[in-house]
């Protein structure tokens, strides 16, 4: 896809792996739209965009909510046009053991506060904002790509039932979506990211990260622009659908 004039929608692109695919499909011409919660965020976002002679627009969006994403999304396509592409890239995090337990007494277990919150965001997320992406590429008679953002988290790890299993479903659904949205022109992608340099991994101590980047093959965490290649890849391969890029320093071999 050609992405000069196109409306891109971006979920948690104010900031972190969302505002580096907005830099870098911004930089190759794209309109972009940016979906997150905080306004001021957002708003900074756009600004530093516009600073670099990139068009966006900001949008407060709840994905984990029905409604605030129609309305998003309607909103978009009053501003801007219809979209003709989107990456489902917002997510949270709620880590905790499944059971935590010692000499046979459980201390502690996941809630499903825990397990729900990160359900709705990081999957019925996804599907909400796919489905009215999908609808709107359709409804404008347009190719379309949609790039769901997974995890190498999706083949399972430790402490995290509710975040491996919602990315594991992403890719399900990539895989689904390719084969059911291809008679209407749409493609679909997933990028599974390994340990990347953000404000998340930023917040870990020192020791931690060492002993991370100690296990990646190129020892090294990874960058948001590497992640933001493998979404623009997506987009500019014409023959790339329903797959999924791991972006991971070879950590998952």
């Known amino acids: 896809m050609e992405l000069t004039n196109k409306v891109i929608a ?39 965009l516009h600073d670099s002679g990139i068009e966006a627009q900001a949008f407060i969006v709840n994905v984990a909510d029905e409604a605030s994403v129609k309305q998003g999304f309607d909103d978009i396509a009053s501003r801007m046009g219809p979209i003709s592409g989107l990456v489902n890239n917002a997510g949270i995090t709620r880590d905790a053991l499944l059971v935590k337990a010692k ?11 825990e397990w729900q919150e990160v359900m709705d965001v990081n999957l019925t997320g996804v599907f909400l904002c796919g489905r009215e992406g999908a609808t709107q590429m359709i409804e404008a008679k347009q190719e379309g790509v949609i790039v769901n953002i997974s995890s190498i988290s999706r083949a399972g790890n430790m402490g995290q039932s509710n975040y491996s299993a919602a990315k594991a479903g992403i890719a399900a659904l990539t895989v689904t979506w390719a084969r059911e949205l291809a008679r209407h022109g749409i493609r679909t992608g997933t990028v599974a990211p390994g340990f990347i340099a953000t404000e998340m991994t930023s917040a870990m101590r020192p020791d931690m990260l060492e002993r991370i980047a100690s296990n990646v093959p190129l020892k090294r965490l990874g960058e948001p622009d ?28």
């Open 226 to 253: 590497n992640i933001a290649q493998a979404v623009a890849f997506i987009f500019a391969n014409d023959y790339f659908t329903g797959r999924t890029i791991e972006c991971d320093g070879g950590l998952r071999l």
């Open 10 to 48: 971006i979920t948690g692109g104010a900031r972190g792996l969302g505002f580096a695919m907005a830099e870098r499909l911004g930089g190759q011409g794209a309109r972009l739209a940016l979906l997150d919660m905080s306004g001021e965020q957002l708003d900074q976002a756009v600004s530093q």
């Open 103 to 113: 000499e046979g007494e459980v201390a502690q277990r996941m809630s499903l506060k």
